[in-house]
């Protein structure tokens, strides 16, 4: 029997798992490794922020994805490459050997790209993160109905988000629409007070779009009640704001960052060939002197056959890196020769809020209305699992109805005082606040 192991939950590692089960003679063994439970449907993150998708929407169970692979929960810490081991933690170490490694751990947030964003800043990757991000416009705007000072109040419920590329658009217009729903709930707060201030270091907003889409956002996303600032690139973070390089000063008491990754750890230790940080691979994503290890997705340096271009990250090329390399493996085992990886793709989408969007398909460009009906229809149809589908179309469909709900999602726990050791007995393995985790 042969073990097929792949690292990372992800679009990547998914779609490679998912095809692997279908492609693999069943004497083949397909592991998948991941530290959550779930997939994150990264594409609704700003949707969460916004409050018009429940968190829980956003994500799909991996278990409930899969069929026959079996399914770790668990942080893989170290990867022997010369003994073919993956030394993995789930309540203590374990370890697992392979015969083929598919390595699909994305890349991870980081956001010192100026002084005092780390302090300040709240990044944009994770469920986490976009649920803080919620909360954070909420409480802010709680507090503000208790705020008499003017300039207090508006520094409190100012948003400035910093990045205009698809991610930091679609997050600006989702809080501008939020605001704007919301603010009838708060009767104190000066409708004027609620600003959106989008800031984009370059000339344009949406760098990959066409340069006519780029300025349909800029006028739509003005027009929708968000500030944008061109050509202003974020030097140093304070509680009270941002400035510019320029010397600009922009007052905000809240700064998202939607900009700034740096490669996962755990690629630290292994030596494996680079470029830029990223796992550099040879055309059929296989990794040069390491044989039968893969790299696929945001983790990795994979040249595109169609164009001889690198891949971007994003997820449309991560899922299908995903499935071919499910097919070149398949065709490893049973002995035949590999493909290299092509894909043409099919264009993007980014909403900006306002029920309004922007699309470049199949080399068609679209903005407004007519592009936020498509983008929702794409990306609801790209939403894992069925049942996730009805759930994002009736939350969606409610939202047009129904007024936001500024309810804040504060998992707040009871303190309890546990005797020495009683978490690690009994596996905990979120023993709570002020408490080191366990197991
Ligand atoms: C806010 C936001 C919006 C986006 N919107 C779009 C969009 O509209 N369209 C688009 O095409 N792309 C979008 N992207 C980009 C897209 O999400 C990425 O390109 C895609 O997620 C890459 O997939 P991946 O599988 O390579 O990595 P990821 O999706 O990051 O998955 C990596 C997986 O590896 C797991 N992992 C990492 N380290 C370990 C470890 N040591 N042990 C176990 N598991 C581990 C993680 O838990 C995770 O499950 C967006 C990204 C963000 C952050």
């Not at 300025?215 to 202003?232: K, S, T």
């Not at 794409?378 to 699992?385: D, I, N, Q």
Request: glycine share 10%; net charge positive.
């Amino acid at each position: 029997m042969q073990t097929i192991a792949v690292i990372g939950g992800g679009f990547a590692g998914t779609a490679a798992v998912r095809r692997l089960e279908r492609e693999l003679p069943a004497d083949c063994e397909v592991v998948l490794f991941s530290a959550e439970n779930f997939m994150i449907y990264t594409p609704l993150l700003p949707e969460v922020v916004g409050a018009s998708l429940l968190p829980g929407h956003a994500v799909a169970p991996l278990r409930q994805m899969l069929g026959r692979a079996r399914y770790y929960r668990a942080q893989v810490e170290a990867i022997d490459l010369r003994q073919r081991v993956i030394h993995y933690r789930c309540r203590g170490l374990h370890h697992l050997s392979f015969d083929h490694l598919v390595l699909a751990i994305g890349k991870v947030a980081d956001i010192g790209i100026a002084e005092g964003m780390q302090g300040h800043g709240l990044p944009l990757k994770t469920l986490g993160d976009a649920l803080h991000i919620r909360n954070r416009i909420i409480v802010r705007l709680e507090q503000a109905e208790l705020e008499r000072d003017p300039d207090v109040r508006r520094t409190l419920t100012t948003f400035i988000v910093v990045g205009g590329g698809s991610s930091g658009i679609e997050v600006a217009g989702a809080i501008a629409d939020f605001l704007r729903a919301a603010g009838k709930f708060y009767p104190l707060t000066e409708p004027l007070d609620a600003r959106v201030i989008l800031l984009e270091s370059s000339d344009r907003l949406a760098p990959e779009f066409p340069a006519s889409l780029g300025e349909a956002a800029l006028q739509d996303m003005r027009r929708g009640g968000v500030e944008v600032h061109l050509n202003a690139r974020v030097s140093s973070v304070t509680p009270q704001g941002v400035k510019a390089e320029s010397g600009e000063w922009v007052r905000g008491g809240n700064v998202i960052c939607t900009i700034g990754t740096k490669p996962n750890p755990l690629l630290q230790a292994l030596d494996l060939p680079r470029q830029k940080g990223l796992i550099r691979t040879a055309a059929d994503m296989s990794v040069p002197g390491r044989e039968g290890v893969w790299a696929i997705g945001d983790c990795a340096a994979v040249i595109n056959a169609h164009n001889g271009e690198p891949s971007p990250p994003m997820a449309q090329y991560a899922v299908r890196q995903g499935e071919q390399v499910a097919d070149n493996i398949a065709r490893a085992v049973r002995g035949k020769g590999s493909r290299p990886f092509r894909y043409r793709s099919r264009g993007h989408l980014a909403s900006i809020g306002h029920h309004r969007a922007i699309a470049h398909v199949f080399g068609i460009r679209l903005g407004g209305f007519p592009a936020w009906l498509l983008w929702r229809a794409v990306y609801l149809s790209m939403t894992p699992t069925f049942l996730r589908k009805l759930q994002v179309f009736s939350e969606w469909n409610l939202d047009l109805l129904f007024p936001r709900d500024t309810t804040q999602l504060h998992i707040a726990r009871t303190r309890v005082e546990r005797p020495a050791g009683e978490a690690a007995l009994q596996g905990d393995p979120d023993p709570g606040p002020g408490k080191a985790a366990s197991g």
